[in-house]
């Protein structure tokens, strides 16, 4: 740390910020390659603020500035104020309810004016990244104790909740990222193992057929009381501990998925759940055929048709892509949603394999980079806080890249500093931001 | 205590090192291991669009344009383009009505998708074009496309030359997926033989489509695009002066000349008749002009010179001497006494002639047309005795008429040729079940019985004897422009058939001074022209034919066959007129005028009027009205029975209406007074059905054929014999 550097970049960490500031970049010239169009001047169209590249490079500058501005302020202000900001973002939530406006699919989103849209589950995962980082932090707060363990959960599932409730799972998917911040800080393996298993078995129930699957159940159970014969001679609790999970297993499969399916999700979110893996969805009566209708026209992006033009754009990259501008399948519009949601079409698609895997380890880079940080703070409100940005950012990542390949359900998740839109590059930017200027201070010990 | 989980870290780099593995996997997957997708995203976005190259011309052997390309427009619409059109005008202009403007849209949307165009108006009328022309602009959506078509400018040859349409799925499977939906090819005549030649090569443009096939622009700067190259001209041995006047003398009669030059093989002239105009079946004219002439009775739209089939008759004669006297059963001076008619073989064959020494000779009997003498001849040919039985003579005969070109197909450069009929002696056998001699047929002698022949091959076989021995396979075309080695269509027609050589020049010496007389003293002195040696054959062969389940007797069909100039042979033609009467007082002035015509480029003066008395003359047969009769209201009937819908046997039913029993009619009355809800159709449905007693085995019958027979007998029992009583009359 050179003296002679200005105070604003004195501690600043610098292969995170070219990181950063290499992806939106990286955005911007996606975007354009995705939505410019022959013959339009290129340096007229960028001043223009009228074309999604140039209203994202807007956003860019936006960032920037406001980055600053956090890289400005007292680090202790971010712990001074988070459950303010905390609480601010829960009541934004309730107040999208009554004021939300008629987008379609959605009813998250407050519109101001003509131009200007806030969609608070968005900017909510930052106030919730530092609540949680707060309480984690707090002295009095010990995370060995179930109850502790509770509060943080209710912490973060409150506002997915609420997502769900304004009809963005994807959303509210997101929110679960934060159990790595809570595995991290002792959160027991268990807990995570339970949940990926749970996940598992869900997958499986709609993959297999249910007897079948209760079948192989049984037959795991089997297998486990056999392998654990000497213990169960010793502790028959183990045995009923097996019977109980082996009740658990069958019970889900068998009544808890199929009712949710049934009358929790929406018949169109079933279908693109049934999509995803592969299988076709037979509507069980007229009225859930009709939703699906409706959800599947008037929305105009059938997950189906979606999945299977983003994988031919991909796949159609090869090696080394057809180069930027050259694509077909992005540059005459076949992927719907491709300067949002698939924006990795343009990379896959004018890029090819070469291009994807630079692509890719550049945001493995940034995510480990953000790890290391994290490790090396002294607070444990920095630090759990910069697991809540890696965590965040690496479920936006994975989910979004799989989604675009077909491994996951399409459920509208951006890619992030490269997806189109204003308020997600500003709250990943923020994010960055608040990180570097707390790893700023790493020396110190905020609470 | 956070110390404490500080291992985790590792646990979280592994998780997010492994989603990022998978995702590694699923992308070398996708962009590495499976090709399919590149070929997606090919034809998601690339549009092959064909251009096509203009169609070759052909030319007469004065280099005359015969048919040439010209340009008509389609009226297109572009469905989604349609905005705030000026639908009442539009209509008005096109006299549709708005539902039908509605229809067309919706069509067109079914055909081709909102955003392509699809023909909304094909084949525009000139005034229609320019009227529609000046007002597009208030038609947003609706374009104007042009489309080549051929014009004939000498306004004949409609049936050499042949006519193109769209391709069907028989055409696109033939082709292996060569042609394409749309697409235009030769459908008949020289357009079909010669399409490889005449269509040139197509080219190809790849343009950049979007999701909603809106064309965006050149893909990858016309690197792949390949030019359209124009298709090649033909040069043929066409006169169309000599077509054309042909085809004004074959006006209103049915029949067929072919006029060959006997040196080349290059047919000069090819008409049918019915003669139709081929401008009628191009443009916005065709459709109408075409069904019209498709249900013609007399069948105008087929080529009778390699299609129709005619008993030569005493055209036969020439051929006839010279195989007698090639195998040597007579020598030129061989003569028969003919009284009158030839009694050899039990039943009386009548001659012309009775006057002693008609038949003196081979020149006499030609001239005078002996059909004892002839009949003579020929059981002499397939009695030879060289041969052991009359079996292997007439196999031995039947290879002569072969190497004339007759019972096989010439193959000539029109499609569809038939090849006539020469039986072979497993016919014979068949029929009188092994028990025929010489006698049994022996009116083949006088080129009747089981012997059929096309003009084309009557033409052959003038210019075999015109050029004693050899022949060149009839054709049009004598060179393509820009020809190369790799042309293989015109090898066959440039080889020379040196058939019958081997007979000996007295011979056919002998055949044409008879011939010669013929014109001179014989029975064709009409076709005389001063200072040209002409020899020629006429011929009148019987027709029958059934009618109403009676067999009748027609007028004789006029044939005459002959070449000229009988030194140095330039022309060999073959005039047959159905049902016209003699072969002297039709065919033979025709061919006269054609040879006069051909070789001296003009018409004397005192021969112009005989022109127009030809051409003027009115030969179609009475018996087609009949005919057209019994299979318009046939098909009415049908239609009826398809549709229960009766407009269009109510024309045929006046005419029965007259005979229709009165207590019929009450019956029909009582029974629909009952049921007033029937409403006014059914009720004449009803009416029409009680006329029209449907016969009993109706369904049982299966074939189209036998089906069509069905009908024809239903058709009498509506149709008034005095129509045809007046038409027979005349």
């Known amino acids: ?447 | 205590m956070p110390v404490f989980n500080q291992s985790r870290q590792t646990v979280i780099r592994l998780i997010f090192a492994t989603t990022f593995l998978i995702i590694v996997v699923r992308l070398a997957v996708l962009q590495l291991f499976s090709d399919k997708y590149d070929a997606q995203a090919f034809s998601n976005a690339v549009y092959k669009k064909t251009i096509y190259p203009g169609r070759g011309i052909i030319f007469d052997r004065n280099n005359k344009a015969i048919l040439n390309n010209t340009i008509i427009y389609d009226l297109t619409v572009t469905p989604y383009e349609v905005k705030q059109v000026d639908t009442s005008y539009l209509c008005s202009l096109l006299s549709i009505d708005t539902a039908e403007f509605k229809n067309r849209i919706i069509t067109a949307i079914i055909k081709n998708g909102r955003y392509r165009p699809s023909v909304f108006e094909g084949l525009l009328s000139l005034e229609l074009q320019a009227k529609l022309e000046e007002n597009i602009w208030r038609f947003p959506g609706f374009t104007l496309v042009e489309r080549p078509i051929r014009t004939y400018p000498f306004k004949a040859g409609a049936h050499l030359l042949g006519d193109i349409g769209e391709v069907d799925t028989a055409i696109i499977r033939r082709s292996k997926n060569f042609y394409q939906m749309g697409d235009y090819v030769g459908r008949s005549g020289m357009e079909q033989y010669y399409e490889s030649v005449l269509m040139g090569q197509r080219g190809v443009q790849h343009l950049i489509k979007d999701n909603k096939n809106r064309i965006q622009g050149p893909w990858e700067n016309e690197k792949y695009d390949t030019s359209a190259k124009a298709g090649r001209n033909l040069r043929t041995y066409i006169d169309i002066e000599l077509q054309q006047l042909a085809e004004k003398l074959m006006a209103n009669k049915v029949g067929s000349i072919v006029a060959i030059d006997p040196k080349t093989g290059g047919i000069l002239t090819m008409v049918s008749g019915p003669v139709i105009d081929p401008n009628d079946l191009t443009g916005n004219t065709r459709q109408k002009n075409y069904a019209k002439l498709a249900l013609d009775v007399s069948a105008p739209l087929m080529n009778r010179a390699t299609r129709g089939l005619y008993e030569p008759g005493s055209t036969f004669k020439p051929v006839g001497g010279l195989v007698a006297l090639d195998l040597g059963v007579i020598n030129a001076g061989y003569g028969v006494s003919c009284a009158g008619a030839y009694y050899g073989c039990g039943k009386v064959i009548k001659c012309e002639h009775h006057n002693p020494g008609h038949a003196a000779n081979m020149r006499l009997a030609l001239a005078n047309s002996c059909n004892s003498y002839f009949s003579q001849i020929y059981r002499m040919t397939v009695d030879n005795p060289k041969d052991h039985n009359t079996k292997a003579g007439y196999t031995r005969w039947k290879d002569y008429m072969n190497a004339f070109g007759w019972g096989e197909k010439l193959g000539i450069d029109l499609p569809n040729e038939l090849p006539g009929s020469i039986p072979d002696t497993t016919i014979y056998n068949k029929v009188y079940r092994n028990q025929w001699n010489s006698c049994t047929n022996v009116t083949l002698g006088i080129g009747q019985d089981k012997m059929q022949v096309t003009p084309v091959q009557l033409a052959n076989a003038m210019c075999v004897i015109a050029n004693k021995g050899y022949y060149y396979t009839p054709h049009f075309v004598e060179k393509i422009d820009n020809e190369t080695p790799a042309d293989s269509i015109l090898k066959p027609f440039r080889i020379k058939h040196e058939a019958l050589t081997h007979i000996s020049d007295e011979a056919y010496e002998a055949i044409h001074a008879g011939m010669q007389d013929v014109v001179e003293s014989g029975t064709a002195r009409i076709a005389k022209i001063p200072g040209i040696n002409i020899c020629a054959k006429t011929g009148t062969a019987e027709k029958y034919t059934v009618l109403d389940g009676h067999r009748i007797k027609l007028p004789n069909n006029s044939m005459f066959v002959c070449f000229a100039p009988r030194e140095d042979p330039k022309i060999a033609i073959a005039v047959a007129v159905e049902n016209a009467g003699f072969g002297s007082t039709w065919a033979a002035p025709i061919a006269s005028l054609l040879i006069e015509q051909y070789l001296t480029d003009s018409i004397r003066s005192e021969k112009k009027k005989d022109v127009e008395r030809i051409a003027s003359a009115n030969l179609m047969p009475a018996y087609l009205k009949r005919k057209q009769f019994i299979a318009d209201s046939t098909r009415a009937y049908y239609y009826f029975n398809l549709r229960k819908d009766s407009s269009y046997i109510k024309k045929y039913l006046k005419q029965r209406s007259a005979k229709v029993e009165k207590p019929k009619q009450d019956n029909t009355t009582v029974s629909s007074n009952k049921n007033t809800a029937v409403d006014n159709k059914q009720q004449q449905s009803a009416i029409i059905k009680q006329q029209i007693p449907v016969p009993v085995s109706y369904k049982s019958y299966g074939n189209s054929r036998n089906r069509n027979l069905c009908f024809y007998k239903e058709a009498f029992l509506f149709v008034d014999d005095k129509h045809f009583k007046k038409q027979a009359a005349i």
């Open chain 1, 1 to 447: 740390m050179s003296l002679n550097k200005p105070e604003i970049s004195r501690g600043i960490d610098g292969l995170l910020l070219w990181l950063y500031i290499l992806l939106c970049c990286i955005g911007i010239v996606s975007i354009f390659a995705a939505t410019y169009r022959e013959g339009d001047d290129i340096v007229k169209t960028f001043l223009s603020f009228k074309t999604d590249y140039s209203k994202q490079s807007i956003f860019f500058l936006i960032s920037i500035v406001a980055g600053t501005a956090v890289l400005l302020t007292d680090s202790k202000f971010f712990t001074a104020t988070a459950n303010l900001w905390y609480a601010f973002g829960i009541l934004l939530l309730l107040l999208v309810f009554p004021f939300h406006s008629n987008v379609k699919g959605t009813k998250s989103i407050i519109k101001f004016g003509n131009a200007l849209q806030l969609q608070p589950i968005q900017l909510c995962i930052v106030f919730a990244n530092l609540a949680l980082a707060k309480y984690l932090s707090r002295v009095e707060t010990d995370f060995t104790k179930t109850r502790s363990q509770l509060v943080a959960a209710a912490i973060v599932i409150a506002p997915a909740i609420l997502a769900i409730a304004q009809s963005e799972t994807g959303l509210a998917l997101v929110y679960f990222s934060f159990f790595l911040v809570m595995f991290r800080e002792g959160l027991p393996a268990i807990i995570l193992i339970i949940g990926f298993s749970f996940a598992i078995l869900v997958v499986a129930t709609l993959l297999v057929d249910p007897d079948i699957l209760a079948l192989i159940l049984t037959g795991i159970a089997g297998l486990a009381i056999y392998i654990m014969r000497r213990q169960i001679k010793r502790y028959k609790s183990v045995l009923f501990g097996i019977l109980g999970i082996w009740i658990v297993c069958v019970g889900i499969q068998r009544f808890a998925v199929p009712f949710i399916f049934d009358h929790v999700l929406e018949p169109y979110q079933v279908k693109r759940i049934y999509d995803t893996l592969g299988k076709d969805y037979i509507p069980k009566d007229a009225a859930a055929a009709a939703d699906i209708a409706k959800n599947t026209e008037t929305k105009k992006d059938d997950g189906d048709y979606n999945v299977k033009q983003s994988k031919i754009a991909i796949g159609s990259g090869g090696l080394t892509g057809k180069g930027l501008l050259k694509g077909t399948q992005t540059r005459y519009s076949f992927v719907p949603e491709q300067r949002t949601d698939f924006i990795f079409c343009t990379i896959g698609e004018g890029f090819g394999f070469v291009g994807s895997m630079i692509f890719l380890s550049i945001y493995i880079a940034l995510l480990f980079r953000i790890v290391t940080i994290a490790e090396r703070q002294r607070s444990t409100f920095s630090r759990c806080y910069a697991y809540g940005v890696a965590s965040v950012l690496f479920f936006h990542i994975a989910i979004n890249l799989c989604m675009t390949m077909g491994l996951a359900p399409v459920i509208g998740i951006p890619l992030p500093f490269v997806s189109y839109g204003g308020l997600s590059l500003v709250t990943f930017s923020m994010m960055i931001f608040i990180l570097l200027r707390l790893d700023k201070d790493r020396q110190m010990v905020l609470r």
